[in-house]
C-alpha cells in the first residue's frame, strides 16, 4: 500500500504536536511537513507536495479556507 503524505497545519504547537504524534503511530502515514500558518502551509505543500492537509481553519496570515 502506498504511504499517504500529510501535511499539518495549525497554529496552536500543542495541537499540530498531538496530532503528528498520532499519526506518526500508523505505519501508512507520513508526515512531511508541519505549518503554524496558512502561509508557511501554502509554501510547504508546495515543496512537499502532500496527499492530505490537515488545516486548522483559524490561523494567522492565512486561515484554513484561504489556504485551500
Known amino acids: 500500500m502506498k504511504t499517504i503524505r500529510i501535511l499539518v497545519a495549525d497554529d496552536h504547537p500543542v495541537v499540530r ?5 498520532i499519526l506518526s503511530t500508523q505505519p501508512d502515514f507520513e508526515v512531511v511537513g508541519e505549518a503554524g500558518d496558512g502561509k508557511q502551509a501554502l509554501e510547504l505543500a508546495a515543496s512537499q507536495q502532500p496527499d492530505l492537509m490537515l488545516l486548522d481553519l483559524e490561523m494567522p496570515l492565512k ?3 484561504q489556504t485551500l
Open 63 to 65: 486561515d484554513g479556507v
Open 17 to 21: 504536536d498531538g496530532l503528528v504524534a
